[in-house]
């Protein structure tokens, strides 16, 4: 069968991919991404093809194709990884954060998650310029996931400026090449001895956080073994940088729509839900999840081959018209409970979104009511090829607001 192809490897297609997969969609029900690999097009197939059982999760293979072996570091790293687990391994190492993590535990956290907003904020608005993406958005996710995990600042910077160096999350992207392999390789190994020194220097100390309850499970019969433990460690930290992403594509979007932001502003306690989630699914901050065929099936009216890949390219899926009305419009006043694909969904649900949404929902609107009259300073640009789809910066001008913080 003859596919339309999806050009990943195109740089200017990364700048604005929507009008492309929106004429696809219209066209076709399936496509091919530039390495041959099958794209559902419409929510309810990709949905499907996440959540049933006909399609699992790709493993390591998903590294192996971008030009890692065994014996890598970061294959290592990866084969410990929850997103590789499936069954009774999956939910042996699953079940030791899904409580930490869980809606019940994360909501007490929202003023917590406030207060360093402001703090931040108070830094940089005198000036009436920021560039939101690093110093607001990569700020605020880093110090939530600091706080939370129980770890203080000179304990983790070392391990990551190595990893923010390494780019690690660009190694998950469609275009990989020595050099990135090299420098990814170099840094989760430096991340992982890092993390296994920390390990050490606290397995003494008795405290009520994350870590400390990721020891106690190091240590009990048939939990988490060293490898997995780190691995777990450091994915968690780590992902606070799609959080990052989502709040900086959330001011970029609300920039661009100064009356949803006043909306915002007006009545965060009315928007803020909304907002996160019209962000996430307007610029979902993964640009795709990897799949495979669990045996030999057909689907989407084509064979698939036992273990051939399939890419739910979220950017497609998340703007189908059967699921929302003018799915090419930001709208956060849309009905947040029409859920898009950007968190995953099925076993591998991201085990993180509690987290992510409460910092996102309260970062978005703490930085409304501190910042007035948006504007870019510079045209802010996406970067190409890479598993997290994010700006380059956020350099933007605004009217400074009081705190009401106090
Ligand atoms: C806006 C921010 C985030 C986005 C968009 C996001 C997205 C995703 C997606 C799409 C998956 C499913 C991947 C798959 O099916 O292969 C996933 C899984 C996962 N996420 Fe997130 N994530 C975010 C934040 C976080 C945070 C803050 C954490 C940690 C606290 C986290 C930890 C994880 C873990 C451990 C998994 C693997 C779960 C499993 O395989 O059982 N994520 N995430």
Redesign the pocket.
């Known amino acids: 069968m003859k596919l339309p192809i999806i050009p990943l490897d195109d740089a200017q297609f990364w700048q604005n991919p929507y009008p492309l997969l929106a004429q696809l969609r219209r066209e076709h029900r399936l496509a091919v991404n530039h390495e041959g690999v099958v794209v559902p097009l419409h929510w309810s197939d990709a949905e499907w093809a ?1 959540r049933g059982s006909d399609f699992i ?2 493993g390591i293979e998903f590294l192996e194709r971008r030009g890692f072996v065994d014996g890598d570091p970061l294959h290592t790293w990866r084969k410990n ?3 590789v ?1 499936e069954g009774k391994d ?1 939910i042996r190492v ?1 079940k030791h ?1 899904s409580s930490a ?1 869980s809606k019940r535990s994360i909501d007490p956290l929202r003023p917590m998650i406030r207060k360093i907003a402001h703090s931040i904020l108070d830094h940089f608005t005198q000036n009436g310029e920021m560039e939101a993406y690093r110093y607001y958005g990569m700020w605020l ?1 880093r110090s939530v ?1 600091l706080d939370f995990l129980g770890v203080d600042q000179e304990e983790i910077s070392h391990s990551e400026k190595a990893m923010a160096g390494g780019n690690i999350v660009d190694c998950f992207g469609p275009k990989v090449t020595q050099e990135m392999r090299d420098n990814g390789n170099k840094a989760i190994q430096v991340a992982m001895d890092h993390t296994q020194g920390l390990y050490q220097g606290r397995r003494d100390e008795q405290s009520d956080d994350l870590l400390s309850h990721l020891l106690q499970a190091n240590e009990g019969q048939g939990s988490l073994s060293d490898g997995e433990l780190i691995t ?1 460690f450091s ?2 930290f780590g ?2 940088a ?2 990052a ?2 709040i900086a594509s959330g001011i970029y979007e609300l920039t661009q729509h100064p009356d949803q932001a006043a909306l915002l502003r007006n009545n965060p306690e009315k928007y803020k839900k909304g907002a996160c989630e019209e962000v ?1 699914r307007y610029r ?3 640009y795709a ?2 799949q495979k065929a669990s045996r030999p099936l057909q689907a989407f009216g084509y064979d698939f081959l036992d273990q051939q890949s399939l890419s739910v390219i ?1 950017g497609a899926a998340n703007r189908d018209p059967k699921r929302w009305d003018n799915p090419e419009v930001f709208d956060i006043t849309r009905d947040p409970s029409i859920w898009s ?4 969904i ?8 509690a ?2 949404r409460c ?2 929902e309260e970062g978005l609107a703490v930085f409304l009511s501190r910042c007035d009259e948006l504007e870019f300073s510079e045209t802010p640009r996406w970067v190409p090829f890479v598993a997290e789809n994010k700006l380059e910066s956020l350099k933007i001008k605004f009217k400074s607001l009081e705190s009401d913080s106090a």
């Open positions: 996440i999760n790709e990884a929850l997103g687990k999956h699953r954060v993590l996710s996931m777990l994915t968690i992902s606070g799609s959080t992403s989502i996430l979902p901050a993964i999840i990897g979220l694909l950007s968190f995953g099925g076993q591998h649900f991201c085990i993180g979104q987290i992510a910092t996102i």
